[in-house]
Nanobody, 117 residues
Framework: QVQLVESGGGLVQPGGSLRLSCAASGFIIRLYTMKWYRQVPGKERELVAAISYIGGSGNYADSVKGRFTISRDNAKNTVSLQMNGLKPEDTAVYYC??????????WGQGTQVSVSS
């Protein structure tokens, strides 16, 4: 069974850090582009960061550039999102996504990140 399971969310003060992890099972992420999205109630899901199957530094939404870092470990079948300098506007449910093509496109169940003093 294909699964993506996110972990690492929680409540943090402004300026703090969190590290989200996404563990894949039932398939191998090696050829997939891995992405992190976020969504707040009443708004569309927003692409936060993406990393290609080749790896590299990733691509980021302007709102998180310089603060968030996406990484992947193909050997462990995981992808992570290091979030530093968190702001209240980063509060959202964060979703892990694995994309290869239109038919091979998987989502996790999401993890809540709340930034508040």
């Amino acid at each position: 069974q294909v699964q993506l399971v996110e972990s690492g969310g929680g409540l943090v003060q402004p300026g703090g850090s969190l590290r989200l992890s996404c563990a894949a099972s039932g398939f191998i992420i090696r050829l997939y582009t891995m992405k992190w999205y976020r969504q707040v109630p009443g708004k569309e899901r927003e692409l936060v960061a993406a990393i290609s199957y080749i790896g590299g530094s990733g691509n980021y939404a302007d709102s998180v550039k310089g603060r968030f870092t996406i990484s992947r470990d193909n050997a462990k079948n995981t992808v992570s999102l290091q979030m530093n300098g968190l702001k209240p506007e980063d509060t959202a449910v964060y979703y892990c996504n694995a994309w290869l093509n239109g038919d091979l496109n998987y989502w996790g169940q999401g993890t809540q990140v709340s930034v508040s003093s």
